[in-house]
């Protein structure tokens, strides 16, 4: 079993930044392929960031160049950087590990990206 708690969401101008964070409960997150994922209002939920174990990132093409995933195996700790902010990356992001074929997954965090 994994637990994951996001935090670090807000209200941000467009052009800021913010740092999600999401900690992991249980002894598995070192197994687990991260993921931060992003939901908008009436539409479906979008991979945005994933990292391997051994730190591979990929990102999906609209947030490249501007947020960096990261994670901390000491800490169980999974991290994303988000630079240059726009309106279109507001949603509510969830963290998510990949592990031995199931998907956990994080209660979210709301980032509003508005003037």
């Known amino acids: 079993q994994v637990q994951l708690v996001e935090s670090g969401g807000g209200l941000v101008q467009p052009g800021g930044s913010l740092r999600l964070s999401c900690a992991a409960s249980g002894r598995m997150f070192s197994f687990c392929v991260m993921g931060w994922y992003r939901q908008a209002p009436g539409k479906q939920r979008e991979l945005v960031a994933t990292i391997s174990r051994g730190g591979n990132t990929n990102y999906v093409d609209a947030v490249k160049g501007r947020f960096t995933i990261s994670r901390d195996n000491a800490k169980n700790t999974v991290y994303l950087q988000m630079n240059s902010l726009k309106p279109e990356d507001t949603a509510v992001y969830y963290c998510?590990?990949?592990?031995?074929?199931?998907?956990?997954w994080g209660q979210g965090t709301q980032v509003t990206v508005s003037s």
């Open positions: 998510n590990c990949a592990v031995d074929y199931r998907d956990y």
